[in-house]
């Protein structure tokens, strides 16, 4: 508990067309964002990893760095025909890429930030996803990389002037991912070729061991890889699509996840239960678990330890992407893109659902590094209306939003998840709410009921319309007392004409016969 | 003797037609005598699903051998954990038993480009079960063998040397290459 230490701020940062903003974050002061640096014009703009520092790109190809503490510039370097610029995770490097005017030009330089001096500089004709980046860098920058044809260049990132220390030839080699923390192993992919099996190789980044893959793992049907290496490195879950489906199922094409350890463990598909494409997965951040969304809508959730063993399942309903909270225990399930945009907030330590919510028509969704709020944006060049961004917190609760005529970009600066507390004040207030558990198999989108929880935290779904009424309703009490108001209530005091005058030859009849009988009676006797 | 395995074929045969056009279609790798197998075997099992249904519920025949004949169904993935009677053992389908074979298995697990390649790929030698080498394509897979299915460490689709075609079509080159000028060895 760092109760000595005081945690960092939140902050967001906002991007229009042309100009952009960083507002101090929540909890917000009079529900309204103070803004911390004001409208700075830019192309645009990114943290970098570790959120020490800012890339801002001005139009003109001028690039400027900013200290994000002080949210000052300390470098602007200009850079003509700047094609792509990135940062290295910990800030230390720029990478640029510029249009080649000449074949001898070396277009992508690699900058040092705090000296403004390039240390390197290579020849590269095209960019496309999988070689930009030119150099990757693991995210404590101990390694750093470049894939060439057939090879893979090691740097050390720590003095770029030594150029490439040694390289590791991977014949084929058409894409690669670095582990993060630590940046000791590389996954290595090599597509399908004349009828050898595409694979999944992992190396080490280590020079003395590299002559052979650590583990291993070869498949026919796959056209690209996407890398999700661990925190701790354990191992490397990797989606491998194919543009076309062969069990015709799908458009689409296929996707299979397969997990492959570095100790050789595990080596192979996760088995899924539910046919169909992998729609995310995510480690969570303490990297020894997984969530996986998979099979076609309503698409089912679960949660893999990192043996690849089932944890619990999060049951079925329209989501296709996972977003775990950086303190750990919580998880968003969110049914964005094409969806109507259902989010579930589960607590995967107590396995228990906290929340639902609608966010419809976002486009990018974030956790704040606190964990405490989750930020969704509605950004254009993908909807051009209802721009906005809409803060909640952990349990679904909407806390913010703000419409925007345009919004290009609105991200949270990252933050190590150390720095702050635990989430304890939430999980105390959550063990006094009456929320029914959940049953395995029941359908995540039944639980999701936001009348199942007591407290006014959860927000209910939008006021549905006045019901409509048919006429021969209009009799009922309740529509009585709408229409008549004060006047139904004192009916006894006023009566209608009609209704007063049966009344008084009623009482008449009954005194008459009162009366006779009486009479009669007396006659008698 | 012949003429009984013959008659037994034509009836097979029969019941195969009866099976629908989708499912040839779909499994339509496997030969016909291939789906008279499974048909004869799942209808011994229904057989005994059915005599075992007709006994009393606490008879501890019923009991032993339903009990057994579950966990059969459910070792090779036949039957899923929620279904633990002897009527499920009665609704299963010719299509359950053929998506169990090592054939299926390996194309749906992408370990071939198709389902003929995949048949083609068990028989030359190059799937391994566990630590096993499994050649045939009718072999059921068990569930729990189900993650444990991959190339062999000796193929050369699974991290071992070349194969027959390219050793030879090397050291053709590498002849070539050497005794170029010289006169042609004969080559085999």
């Known amino acids: ?525 | 003797m012949g003429r009984h395995l013959r008659s037994q074929g034509v009836r097979m045969r029969r019941s195969v037609l009866m099976l629908s056009l989708s499912l040839l279609v779909s499994m339509a790798y496997v030969a016909s005598v291939s789906c008279g197998r499974v048909q004869y075997a799942l209808s011994r099992i229904r057989n005994a699903a059915r005599e075992l249904l007709t006994l009393d519920e606490k008879n501890p025949k019923r009991i032993f051998e339903g009990e057994a004949l579950l966990r059969r169904m459910k070792r090779y993935g036949l039957l899923d954990e929620g279904q633990d009677k002897l009527d499920y053992v009665l609704a299963l389908t010719v299509e359950n038993f053929l998506s169990r074979r090592l054939q299926t298995i390996v194309f749906k697990r992408g370990m071939a480009k198709s389902i003929h390649h995949a048949r083609v790929l068990i028989r030359q030698r190059h799937i391994r079960v566990g630590r096993q080498l499994v050649n045939v394509p009718s072999f059921m897979v068990r569930v729990e063998s189900e993650n444990h299915i991959g190339f062999s460490l000796t193929s050369p689709f699974g991290g071992g040397g070349p194969g027959r075609v390219k050793r030879k079509n090397q050291k053709a080159a590498a002849k070539k290459a050497a005794g170029g000028d010289g006169d042609e060895e004969d080559e085999e």
């Open chain 1, 1 to 525: 508990m760092s109760s000595v230490q005081q945690s960092p701020a939140l902050e967001i940062l906002v991007r229009e067309p042309d100009c952009f903003s960083i507002w101090a974050g929540p909890p917000f002061p009079n529900s309204k964002p103070t803004s911390k640096l004001e409208k700075t014009p830019c192309t645009s703009t990114k943290f970098s990893e570790d959120g020490s520092k800012l890339l801002v790109t001005k139009p003109n190809g001028v690039v400027s760095i900013y200290n994000c503490k002080s949210l000052t510039e300390i470098r602007s370097f200009e850079v003509p025909n700047l094609l792509a610029s990135t940062l290295s995770p910990c800030g230390t490097y720029l990478q640029t890429f510029q249009k080649s005017s000449s074949p001898q030009e070396k277009n992508v330089m690699v900058w040092n930030v705090e000296s403004g001096v390039p240390v390197y500089q290579l020849l590269q004709k095209n960019m496309s996803k999988t070689t930009w980046p030119s150099i990757q860098f693991s995210s404590d920058e101990s390694t750093a990389c470049r894939m060439v044809t057939n090879e893979i260049h090691f740097f050390d990132p720590k003095d770029f002037s030594k150029g490439i220390i040694y390289k590791l030839r991977v014949p084929g080699v058409a894409s690669i991912g670095i582990s993060k923390a630590p940046g000791s192993y590389l996954a290595a992919f090599v597509p399908e070729a004349k009828g050898m099996p595409a694979s999944v190789q992992i190396y080490s980044c280590n020079k003395d061991l590299q002559t052979q893959p650590l583990a291993r793992r070869s498949f026919f049907r796959c056209s690209s890889v996407q890398f999700h290496w661990n925190k701790d490195s354990f191992g490397v879950l990797f989606v491998a699509q194919s543009d076309v489906d062969k069990t015709n199922q799908s458009y689409y094409g296929e996707t299979k996840l397969n997990y492959l350890t570095v100790d050789g463990s595990h080596e192979g598909l996760v088995s899924l239960k539910k046919e169909g494409p992998v729609h995310d997965v995510q480690w969570s951040i303490s990297g020894s678990e997984f969530a996986v969304v998979y099979g076609f809508m309503p698409a089912k959730a679960t949660i893999f330890d990192k043996k690849c063993k089932v944890l619990f399942e999060l049951g079925e309903g329209p989501y296709n992407t996972i977003r775990w909270n950086p303190k750990g225990r919580l998880l968003c399930l969110a049914g964005f893109g094409n969806l109507p945009g259902n989010m579930a907030f589960w607590d995967c330590s107590e396995k228990r659902l906290l929340g639902s919510t609608k966010a419809e028509c976002s486009v990018t969704s974030e956790w704040s590094p606190d964990g405490h709020y989750f930020m969704t944006a509605t950004t254009a060049p993908r909807l051009q209306i209802d721009n906005c961004v809409k803060i909640f917190h952990c349990d679904g609760s909407l806390y913010f939003t703000k419409m925007f005529d345009r919004l290009y970009q609105a991200e949270w600066k990252p933050e190590a998840p150390e720095k702050f507390g635990e989430i304890n004040g939430l999980v105390k207030s959550l063990g006094g709410l009456k929320i029914e558990e959940p049953r395995k198999q029941a359908q995540g989108s039944k639980v999701a009921q936001p009348s199942s929880s007591k407290t006014a935290n959860v927000s209910a779904p939008p006021a549905k319309p006045a019901a409509y009424r048919p006429p021969h309703a209009k009799n009922a009490a309740v529509v009585q007392q709408e229409l008549f108001g004060g006047l139904a209530a004192s009916g006894s005091g006023e009566m209608s004409k009609n209704a007063l005058r049966n009344k008084k030859r009623r009482e008449k009849q009954r005194e008459k016969k009162a009366a006779e009988a009486s009479g009669a009676g007396e006659n008698d006797n």
